[in-house]
């Protein structure tokens, strides 16, 4: 019964390529988040969504395109994959107002080659 | 604009000893401040909040954070450090201007030495 969970754990690929990462939760939270975590562990947002519509857009590559099919889920898509992009990324979600908690993933580790 | 900066990369603590680990922060209007842990190869958990009220704010594992408004400070403390309290410590903040968006520190790594 993990509150927010994240698909794959790991991923490693080579460059060029094109993959995704799932993200759930089951909190029946509105707004949900992507963050990338680079390796000296400073954390920046890069997506998030309230009901399924993009509210934060950081200044991400778009190569990377989130998708929320619905309110409990919100993947993240990434085209031709470069040796930058190797972070781990984490999910997250919350309630929607300022006051509340925001509730993280597991993340999932990604190492381009 | 928003930020946040937690001076220390790292605090070194006995363990026994009280410990507190520094942030400052810039918001327009009201803070929403947020204290939020990382242990090794996992995600972040949430410590504490203040939105409004005491300025001494109580959380989890003995934790507690002093709002200070006046040093714009909100620096999360603990009187006694245990050895599982080392992990990664962060501080965010949210505001009116920032809508949606928490902006967080880099970071400060807790080591506790027995």
């Known amino acids: 019964d993990t509150a927010v969970s994240q698909t794959p754990k790991y991923l490693v690929t080579q460059m060029g390529n094109d993959k995704s990462i799932k993200c759930e939760q089951n909190?029946?939270?509105?707004?949900m988040y992507w963050y990338k975590q680079d390796s000296k562990k400073f954390l920046k947002i890069m997506f998030s969504?309230?009901?399924?519509?993009?509210?934060i857009n950081e200044t991400v590559p778009n190569r990377f395109s989130p998708k929320s099919p619905d309110k409990a889920h919100l993947n993240l898509h990434i085209n031709s994959l470069e040796l930058g992009d190797s972070a781990v990324y984490f999910c997250?979600?919350?309630?929607?107002?300022?006051?509340?908690?925001?509730?993280f993933g597991p993340g999932t580790r990604l190492l381009v080659l | 604009a928003q930020s946040v900066a937690q001076p220390e990369d790292q605090v070194n603590v006995a363990e026994g000893n009280p410990l507190t680990v520094k942030c400052t922060y810039s918001?327009?209007?009201?803070?929403?401040l947020f204290w939020y842990v990382q242990y090794p190869n996992r995600g972040l958990q949430f410590l504490l909040k203040?939105?409004?009220?005491?300025?001494l704010v109580k959380g989890s594992y003995g934790f507690e954070a002093e709002f200070n408004k006046s040093q714009t400070s909100f620096h999360l403390k603990k009187p006694s450090a245990l050895v599982s309290d080392s992990a990664l410590y962060f501080c965010?903040?949210?505001?009116?201007?920032?809508?949606?968006?928490?902006?967080f520190g880099a970071g400060t790594r807790l080591f506790v030495k027995a």
């Open positions: 997250a979600s919350s309630q929607e107002g300022l006051a509340d908690v925001q509730y």
């Open positions: 909190l029946g939270h509105d707004t």
């Open positions: 969504y309230n009901n399924k519509e993009l509210i």
């Open positions: 918001v327009s209007g009201n803070p929403y």
């Open positions: 203040y939105i409004t009220g005491d300025n």
């Open positions: 965010a903040v949210r505001g009116l201007g920032g809508g949606f968006k928490t902006i």
